[in-house]
């Protein structure tokens, strides 16, 4: 009886630690932590095991504002690392204004979680990031993922004048939420914008680390236009990169035109080009689990390829 009773608490206990565990790994309850690099802490939370994916925000976003189903979705298969950058957030320091300054700062983030090789995944603003870490740092980038942003230079389809008056808005409602990064005229994205929205939102505190600063926002657009201006030839350097690279975007993106990389995805010798139908800026959040999967199954792919191509030689 005694023999019984201490196996059953046994098991009792195990449930307890695995469901505990599981509850660590959610997005929903993930902690803050710090890396320190040059005396800024750059604040980051991690989730899952596996390929280490570096998760690069768009302008205005926090580790509070990506969706947490999308993040779960992901650290089913990968480690998942997304991280504030200095000045924004929940990390300290000055928001650099070019992105070869942001991207140094991302490569040293990565030494300091002792990471060799990583998956760099930015969206919008975070995948100039993420092209500028690829280009800069090819070294520590095993591939790429660019959801809803567009290549260097400038845009032959340029960014509609009604998704910019809603991105400087202070604060943003859900129906700005709906231009800015779904498709409004779609009844089934404005449903996914509502759901997305009440899972980000259902953490607290989440519009208190939003930047909302003017002064923030014109580095964010210095650094955005030193982009297009593309003096050190990027758009050019990006079709000569072995890099795989996964290009994720939706068929009306308002603020990044999916267009812009119909030129390009040809040249680009290992880019992939992924859109989905009536969807907007943010395709992860539209369809989080879809997007995961997309990511996860490119990923393995291309390691596969890579470890098979190293194996040969």
Request: glycine letters at 6%; charged letters at 20%; aromatic letters at 10%.
């Amino acid at each position: 009886m005694k023999h019984a009773f201490i196996k059953q608490l046994s098991i009792l206990l195990t449930l307890v630690i695995v469901s505990l565990s599981a509850k660590a790994q959610s997005a929903a309850n993930a902690k803050n932590q710090y890396a320190e690099i040059n005396g800024v802490k750059i604040a980051y939370r991690s989730l899952g095991k596996g390929t280490p994916i570096l998760l690069a925000n768009r302008m205005r976003g926090s580790l509070d504002t990506w969706d947490p189903l999308f993040l779960d979705e992901l650290a089913k298969t990968n480690r998942v690392i997304y991280f504030d950058y200095p000045g924004i957030g929940y990390s300290t320091g000055v928001l650099p204004d070019n992105f070869s300054d942001v991207a140094k700062v991302v490569n040293e983030f990565a030494k300091a979680l002792k990471l060799d090789k990583v998956t760099m995944a930015g969206w919008s603003w975070g995948g100039y990031v993420s092209q500028t870490m690829v280009l800069e740092y090819p070294e520590r980038v095993a591939q790429a993922v660019l959801i809803g942003t567009n290549p260097p230079g400038d845009a032959e389809f340029p960014v509609q004048q009604r998704w910019v008056e809603r991105a400087l808005k202070p604060i943003n409602s859900l129906e700005d939420e709906e231009i800015l990064f779904f498709e409004a005229n779609s009844a089934q994205s404005r449903q996914a914008a509502k759901a997305s929205h009440e899972r980000i939102y259902a953490r607290e505190g989440v519009v208190d680390k939003i930047p909302a600063t003017m002064e923030l926002f014109q580095m964010y657009l210095k650094g955005h236009e030193k982009f297009r201006e593309d003096k050190e030839n990027r758009k050019e350097q990006l079709t000569r990169t072995q890099i795989p690279m996964l290009i994720v975007c939706g068929d009306n993106d308002l603020s990044v035109p999916v267009q812009n990389w119909y030129p390009m995805i040809g040249k680009i010798p290992n880019g992939q080009l992924v859109v989905f139908p009536h969807s907007g800026h943010g395709p992860q959040h539209e369809f989080p689990e879809l997007s995961a999967r997309y990511i996860a199954e490119f990923i393995k792919g291309t390691n596969l390829k890579q470890n098979s191509a190293l194996s040969v030689k």
